[in-house]
């Protein structure tokens, strides 16, 4: 959740019965904060390749085709805003007065109040919208807390996590002792494979809060991750001591028990005659086996890891790869690549096979 009242010129903390900001006096009255709300627990929301290609597209810089109310136009769903009036008003001032800064985040504040509305079922357009808004905002002003909040928010939700740690990075230089969103940071670090980072950050957080559920609960996934079950298992007893509600205990009991039910990489890999047997080898495995566990679409149709030779065979159930839009396919394999290099594995050939009929979906 977003909700800050900072002057919208300057970013001066303002209190409750100010009347004008003390540092640069714009008067109350034309000041503006917004907030969002997600619906957010640990594991991000499974959304489509396709839906986050074209998210991941406008957050990290490159423009839609259409722009504003034109794209909104494109909208299939009856709550979009391309019949919303009240809405087309507040962009078309913002467009016409571009750098008009409190244009900008009225219209930001109205589609922000629209997702909050509809929480999960917010159309496409309307998140796409919002993006482009928030950066005319962050163009105004690059230190806008409101906008790099929203922004390491909706990054976060939509799995871009190299976009969220960025816009996380940038609102905790400027709000450092916010205990909740350094916890987020903190897990964008896991999802992004820095395990040592994250855990690190993490144990700092629940000393410093000891009863902050989210940052036990991230601390959690980052251990198993990591593929230190003992330590993950431990600090899960704790965490669900401290779950804010029985629907939150629930689910973070599912993922618990995922971590519990486990095999171990060597009894995965013990069925192969070919299968390494030096430490660093096992080491470097049971870690990428971890990371490819922790990814939260992916992660759920990994069935394991097999050796053979200079081959290594990744392991999938019902994982559609090959519908997946060429660019989110790319990227999916590149990220494979990426960690197998991390977690330092020689082989020469990565083939990834469905499980249940052996048929070869891809390799790199």
Same mark, same amino acid.
């Given at each position: 959740?977003?909700?800050? $009242?900072?002057?919208?010129?300057?970013?001066?903390? $303002?209190?409750?019965?100010?009347?004008?900001? /003390?540092?640069?006096?714009?008067?109350?009255?034309?000041?503006?904060?917004?907030?969002?709300?997600?619906?957010?627990?640990?594991?991000?929301?499974?959304?489509?390749? $396709?839906?986050?290609?074209?998210?991941?597209?406008?957050?990290?810089?490159?423009?839609?085709?259409?722009?504003?109310?034109?794209?909104?136009?494109?909208?299939?769903?009856?709550?979009?805003?391309?019949?919303?009036?009240?809405?087309?008003?507040?962009?078309?001032? /913002?467009?016409?007065?571009?750098?008009?800064?409190?244009?900008?985040?009225?219209?930001?504040?109205?589609?922000?109040?629209?997702?909050?509305?509809?929480?999960?079922?917010?159309?496409?357009?309307?998140?796409?919208?919002?993006?482009?808004?928030?950066?005319?905002?962050?163009?105004?002003?690059?230190?806008?807390?409101?906008?790099?909040? /929203?922004?390491?928010?909706?990054?976060?939700?939509?799995?871009?996590?190299?976009?969220?740690?960025?816009?996380?990075?940038?609102?905790?230089?400027?709000?450092?002792?916010?205990?909740?969103?350094?916890?987020?940071?903190?897990?964008?670090?896991?999802?992004?494979?820095?395990?040592?980072?994250?855990?690190?950050?993490?144990? *700092?957080?629940?000393?410093?809060?000891?009863?902050?559920?989210?940052?036990?609960?991230?601390?959690?996934?980052?251990?198993?991750?990591?593929?230190?079950? *003992?330590?993950?298992?431990? *600090?899960?007893?704790? /965490?669900? *001591?401290? #779950?804010?509600?029985?629907?939150?205990?629930?689910?973070?009991?599912?993922?618990?028990?995922?971590?519990?039910?486990?095999?171990?990489?060597?009894?995965?890999?013990?069925?192969?005659?070919?299968?390494?047997?030096?430490?660093?080898?096992?080491?470097?495995?049971?870690?990428?086996?971890?990371?490819?566990?922790?990814?939260?679409?992916?992660?759920?149709?990994?069935?394991?890891?097999?050796?053979?030779?200079?081959?290594?065979?990744?392991?999938?159930?019902?994982?559609?790869?090959?519908?997946?839009? #060429?660019?989110?396919?790319?990227?999916?394999?590149?990220? $494979?690549?990426?960690?197998?290099?991390?977690?330092?594995?020689?082989?020469?050939?990565?083939?990834?096979?469905?499980?249940?009929?052996?048929?070869?979906?891809?390799?790199?």
């Amino acid at each position: 959740m977003i909700e800050h $009242l900072l002057c919208s010129r300057c970013n001066y903390q $303002l209190k409750d019965n100010d009347n004008f900001c /003390a540092r640069c006096g714009l008067a109350r009255c034309h000041q503006q904060s917004f907030k969002i709300n997600f619906k957010i627990w640990i594991g991000v929301s499974l959304l489509s390749a $396709l839906f986050i290609t074209a998210i991941y597209k406008t957050i990290a810089g490159t423009k839609p085709q259409k722009h504003f109310t034109e794209f909104s136009a494109t909208s299939t769903s009856e709550e979009g805003v391309v019949d919303d009036l009240e809405y087309k008003k507040l962009i078309e001032l /913002a467009v016409k007065e571009k750098d008009n800064l409190i244009a900008w985040r009225n219209a930001a504040e109205y589609l922000i109040a629209k997702i909050n509305k509809n929480n999960q079922t917010t159309d496409q357009s309307v998140l796409v919208e919002l993006i482009e808004i928030l950066r005319e905002i962050l163009r105004l002003d690059p230190n806008d807390p409101d906008s790099l909040l /929203a922004m390491a928010e909706i990054s976060f939700e939509t799995q871009i996590f190299s976009k969220a740690k960025e816009y996380y990075q940038k609102y905790l230089a400027i709000e450092p002792n916010n205990s909740d969103i350094k916890a987020r940071y903190a897990a964008s670090l896991g999802f992004l494979g820095e395990f040592e980072r994250a855990i690190s950050t993490l144990r *700092e957080l629940c000393e410093q809060a000891p009863n902050n559920f989210n940052a036990r609960a991230f601390l959690v996934v980052a251990l198993a991750q990591k593929g230190d079950r *003992e330590q993950a298992l431990a *600090e899960a007893q704790k /965490a669900l *001591e401290l #779950a804010p509600n029985d629907e939150t205990r629930l689910k973070f009991s599912e993922f618990v028990e995922k971590i519990r039910n486990k095999k171990e990489v060597g009894g995965t890999l013990s069925e192969s005659k070919e299968t390494k047997s030096s430490e660093e080898s096992s080491k470097g495995i049971k870690s990428y086996q971890a990371w490819i566990e922790s990814q939260p679409i992916a992660g759920n149709k990994f069935r394991g890891l097999k050796e053979e030779r200079e081959k290594l065979y990744l392991l999938f159930e019902n994982f559609p790869i090959e519908l997946m839009p #060429a660019e989110v396919k790319k990227k999916f394999l590149n990220n $494979l690549k990426e960690q197998a290099v991390k977690a330092e594995l020689k082989f020469e050939q990565y083939i990834i096979i469905d499980n249940n009929s052996g048929e070869k979906l891809a390799e790199f």
